[in-house]
């Protein structure tokens, strides 16, 4: 499943990320422009203070769709 946006504004984006783990309950990840600081829900995230896969998922859709776009114009 895709990531789905929540919220998109000028200071960062907020995705809904579905868990492999826990389905039904998904992860929150937020990444803010000004620093590119990301920030994910998830326990791994929180544990090892490092990019977890729910932020690769975004980091991906958010290149796909860039490649869409570029494409388009």
Aim: proline fraction near 5%; aromatic fraction near 14%.
């Amino acid at each position: 499943m895709n990531p789905r946006i929540l919220i998109a504004d000028n200071q960062g984006m907020m995705f809904e990320v579905e868990s492999a783990s826990e389905p039904g309950n998904p992860n929150i990840v937020n990444v803010f422009y000004e620093d590119m600081i990301w920030f994910c829900t998830c326990p791994d995230f929180h544990f090892r203070k490092r990019i977890c896969k729910h932020i690769r998922q975004v980091e991906d859709f958010i290149d796909r769709k860039y490649e869409e776009y570029k494409m388009e114009v």
